[in-house]
């Protein structure tokens, strides 16, 4: 397909692909329609479902031809690339691919059946800056991911390129019993299962089952999250190429993404409370233009934005440091909160500190969930001290380093007011000296 | 070692109390219709409208006062790498912003704040939480940090 100039056009049997996408929805609307007017069963009725089914298909089929034919892309004279789409609103998109954050192959299942795939191009920049084209055969789409990140890398690709695969080495695999044991000992799921057993032993007891219904919730969500997880992480390989990390999971959609390390913001090592024993960890970055803002809770449906669901530490830190070469977590310089911080958080004093090193900023916080935040101070954006009326009660004050929206927030909680003010003086001189 | 403490800081003009208590006043508008309504209606035993409108000019004269206290709060300081902005009462925050890392500077007035003439200047870096706004300034001062600021981010390498 790339051989020749563009505009190109995604695989003609893509309508074909998104009509069979779209069969699931018309079958269930088919049965909830047949059974909501009382439909007996019979070969008739089921002939007549077959063909309620695929005249839609086939609707959705036709409407999708009529978009594939308006559906063009191409790398124009001034090396942007350009997407045409849209049948009554003409949409015309323009890439500087200087600005190309990343570049995914992602196969969702019915695609994967037809050894299709869609990609997904990130650009830098607010609001709808995703780009989706679907659907490629996979090596097309190996082939133009290749070509827009050799062109967004300023290197002049020569016209005549033959699909090849990566040539990457696998950094880690996390095997799926550790997945497993790991999603089921995260803090929350392990809290409400907790307390879905309790709900169930008082249940028992009293023999009152109307709490059941609370125990089907505590239960139930915990178990479909899991799981759901489960499916989406599955087989979460990360490997080493040449822009950066690339990883690559899921069991019935494989979803490719690549972690550039020249736009890796910041990185949060992640130690629940369970997973200690095993020296587990899980790893989120702050990458720029990737994350939302509304990322920032614990959650951890942002798949864009980890590194790594499960890990042992020293696999994590190897991982950390492929994006972050000179950090060196043993040069850190330690300070705690002062021994008073209880009175503003008694369950999170102890671990509550921060260090530096010349170019490094890290907080560290939260006892069940113990947090460390990293950032390289050449990358922070500004600094904050505030303190909050408690706080000064009892001379306290929280240094943050601000970094791009993500889910790494670097926050030295209650320190010595004085102190912080004075860390966060020198690590904004710190970040204003650096150039980048 | 830097003290962040010293240094020529310079306060917002205190027309932003006058703004801020003239919107103080119009959230109390509601409020006095709620009254006249509680007073009124039959149902409602005597003593509740009088509480309420008791309540609500306790917490209206507080309001009041912090206004005047929080806008004396507001400060900002332009050093040689930076601008700092201080502010806040019972929640006290400073933010330093290092010129290389501004993306832009927003100079904003609402209606009651042209009608006053005041404005307020926000920085935005790359990151969301950056939080640096000086608001009430006078036009003539808010074009002059913003042509700074702007001058001071240029000379420099923006960061991301």
């Keep these: 397909m790339l051989n020749e100039d563009g505009p190109w056009r995604v695989n003609p049997i893509s309508p074909l692909v998104h009509a069979a996408r779209s069969v699931p929805v018309w079958l269930g609307l088919v049965f909830v329609g047949a059974s909501a007017v009382g439909y007996v069963w019979g070969p008739l009725t089921i002939l007549l479902s077959v063909f309620i089914i695929v005249t839609l298909a086939g609707i959705v089929a036709l409407f999708q031809f009529v978009n594939w034919q308006r559906l063009t892309f191409w790398f124009d004279d001034q090396g942007d690339f350009r997407v045409d789409s849209g049948v009554l609103t003409r949409q015309q998109r323009r890439i500087q691919l200087s600005r190309v954050q990343a570049v995914d192959v992602v196969q969702p299942l019915v695609a994967r059946l037809f050894s299709m795939a869609e990609i997904t191009i990130e650009v830098a920049g607010t609001g709808e800056s995703r780009v989706r084209l679907s659907f490629l055969t996979l090596n097309e789409a190996h082939l133009l991911r290749e070509t827009i990140l050799t062109r967004a890398r300023g290197a002049a690709p020569d016209g005549s390129t033959v699909a090849r695969p990566d040539e990457v080495t696998v950094l880690s695999r996390v095997p799926w019993p550790t997945l497993a044991v790991s999603l089921l000992l995260r803090t929350s799921t392990a809290g409400l299962l907790i307390l879905t057993a309790v709900i169930l032993a008082i249940a028992i007891r009293r023999e009152g089952w109307s709490g059941l219904g609370l125990a089907l919730i505590t239960g139930g969500v915990p178990i479909l999250t899991v799981f759901a997880e489960f499916i989406r992480y599955y087989g979460f390989t990360v490997s080493e190429a040449e822009d950066g990390l690339r990883l690559r999971f899921g069991l019935l959609k494989t979803e490719h993404r690549t972690i550039p390390a020249g736009r890796v913001q910041a990185i949060e090592i992640v130690e629940p409370l369970l997973w200690r024993r095993k020296d587990w960890v899980r790893v989120r970055v702050n990458i720029a233009g990737v994350g939302k803002a509304s990322d920032s809770s614990s959650s951890s449906n942002g798949g864009e934005t980890l590194l790594t669901p499960v890990a042992t530490r020293m696999e994590a830190l190897a991982l950390v440091s492929r994006l972050m070469p000179s950090l060196n977590f043993e040069s850190m310089e330690w300070h705690s909160a002062p021994r008073r911080a209880w009175r503003r958080s008694p369950v999170q004093y102890p671990m509550l500190a921060i260090g530096w090193t010349d170019s490094f900023f890290t907080a560290r916080r939260g006892r069940i969930n113990r947090r460390t935040a990293v950032i390289p101070i050449a990358r922070a954006q500004s600094v904050r001290w505030t303190q909050g009326a408690w706080e000064r009660a009892l001379n306290l004050a929280s240094v943050h380093v601000d970094s791009t929206p993500g889910p790494v927030r670097i926050s030295g909680l209650h320190l010595d007011a004085e102190f912080a003010k004075t860390v966060a003086g020198e690590q904004a001189e710190r970040c204003a000296a650096q150039v980048r | ?160």
């Design chain 2, 1 to 160: 070692m830097t003290q962040l403490d010293e240094g020529d800081w310079q306060s917002v003009s205190t027309k932003l109390a006058l703004a801020r208590r003239i919107t103080l006043l119009f959230a109390l508008v509601p409020v006095l219709v709620v009254v006249c309504v509680l007073w009124w209606w039959e149902e409602v035993p005597d003593f509740v409208a009088p509480t309420v409108a008791v309540v609500a000019v306790v917490i209206g004269i507080w309001a009041w006062w912090i206004i005047g206290r929080r806008v004396r709060s507001f400060g900002y300081l332009e050093r040689s790498e930076d601008l700092l902005v201080r502010s806040g009462i019972l929640f006290q925050r400073l933010v330093i912003v290092p010129y290389g890392r501004m993306q832009l500077v927003d100079v904003t007035a609402g209606p009651l704040d042209r009608a006053l003439g005041i404005t307020s200047v926000q920085l935005h870096t790359a990151a969301a939480t950056t939080d640096a706004v000086i608001p009430g300034l006078t036009p003539e001062i808010a074009a002059q940090v913003r042509d700074r600021l702007a001058l001071a981010g240029e000379s420099r390498n923006p960061g991301v």
